[in-house]
């Protein structure tokens, strides 16, 4: 069972907590992230089950504002008593030259 989600530097979530509990209801305005939580979580399941880090996690991913640091990801699992399983940790930095926007 997920026990805990922690994401940094993913589109708008920075320094983002989340620690489900057996029934959730995700409520929020537009924009607040909502959906970004569950892209976050599929680039991880995509990045595990062998995707490259480019294509799970392409640059769009990052925010605008903070393209330096890495993006942060981290799993905790447990056990349906809440007991700690394992944890998962992933942490990717990149180097952008610059960003440019045409039009």
């Not at 920075?14 to 992230?33: H, W």
């Amino acid at each position: 069972m997920l026990q805990r989600v922690y994401v940094d530097n993913f589109k708008c979530l920075q320094k983002f907590e989340f620690k489900p509990e057996r029934v959730n209801l995700i409520l929020g305005r537009n924009g607040s992230g909502k959906s970004t939580l569950f892209d976050a979580l599929q680039s991880v399941v995509r990045l595990v089950t062998g995707e490259s880090p480019a294509a799970a996690l392409p640059l769009e991913t990052l925010p605008w504002w903070d393209s330096q640091r890495p993006q942060v990801f981290e799993l905790d699992f447990g056990d349906e008593g809440g007991a700690p399983l394992s944890s998962y940790s992933l942490a990717l930095g990149r180097t952008i030259a610059s960003r440019s926007s045409s039009g």
